[in-house]
């Protein structure tokens, strides 16, 4: 991918006032959940500051995040389906940008906004751990810290997915509409068809796999223990599910009038 093109995406995203909300609902809302979970009661226990005690904080962070991802899905289909509204992306061929050329640059928009947005709960562990926890010991702050690497390809994962949904649909209501209900209904509907050994294999549930539940085993004592994969056996999965929508986003666009 050429510099230009970063750059031309870039000139794009920057000013546009709906991607600074989008960011700005994601970054308030996680810094107030994570701000007031100590607060939260277990066994009629408050967390307190035990909530923010390093190494256990790190995957608390992360799922906490894992959440608002849909939010960055969301920015991302708005990013692409005004590409075929304002006719932008038609201009760029005619440019002469190849159709590979635009697909890449809307996949650096997707690094750039997953790398800033794993940064940022990075940044929040190491906040809320050092000002909030009872001690904060050196050795064990960075334990599992890798949680956030987890977080940053499930971030790319559900970026990637609704960019496929941009490109198949086009119309940014209905494919905001068809992201959703595929994420959050679809797949799941179809998760409690299958057994354990073949649905934790669906996207779906391969992304969540990277930021599991804390405390999931406790709660398994009550509604039964599923099958789901380890964040380190989601990995590879998960990278080869984002190259699939990445494939499947530039054969759309390849076969498909502008």
């Not at 209905?174 to 679809?186: H, N, R, S, V």
Request: include cysteine; proline fraction near 5%; charged fraction near 15%.
């Amino acid at each position: 991918m050429t510099p230009s093109l970063l750059r031309v995406e870039l000139r794009k995203l920057l000013p546009y006032k709906t991607a600074w909300v989008i960011l700005a609902i994601f970054a308030a809302l996680l810094f107030l959940i994570l701000h007031i979970s100590s607060n939260v009661t277990i066994n009629g226990q408050t967390a307190g500051p035990s909530f923010y005690e390093f190494p256990g904080l790190w995957p608390k962070v992360t799922y906490v995040a894992s959440y608002f991802n849909l939010l960055l899905g969301i920015l991302i289909v708005i990013a692409v389906t005004d590409e075929f509204t304002f006719r932008t992306l038609r201009q760029q061929i005619i440019d002469g940008y190849t159709r590979a050329d635009v697909v890449q640059a809307k996949y650096s928009v997707v690094l750039l906004l997953g790398f800033a947005c794993a940064l940022y709960v990075f940044v929040l562990g190491l906040f809320f751990g050092i000002t909030r926890a009872t001690e904060v010991p050196f050795s064990k702050m960075y334990v599992d810290a890798e949680a956030v690497l987890y977080y940053l390809v499930q971030a790319i994962g559900y970026m990637s997915l609704a960019m496929l949904f941009g490109f198949l649909i086009k119309k940014s209501g209905l494919a905001i509409l068809a992201f959703l209900i595929y994420a959050k209904i679809l797949e799941p509907i179809i998760h409690y068809q299958l057994p354990d050994h073949i649905d934790k294999y669906f996207p779906m549930k391969v992304l969540s796999s990277l930021t599991p539940m804390p405390g999931k085993e406790m709660f398994e004592m009550v509604t039964g223990a599923s099958e789901a994969l380890t964040p380190m056996h989601a990995l590879l999965p998960a990278v080869l599910y984002i190259g699939l929508f990445s494939f499947l986003s530039y054969f759309l666009l390849r076969f498909r009038d502008l």
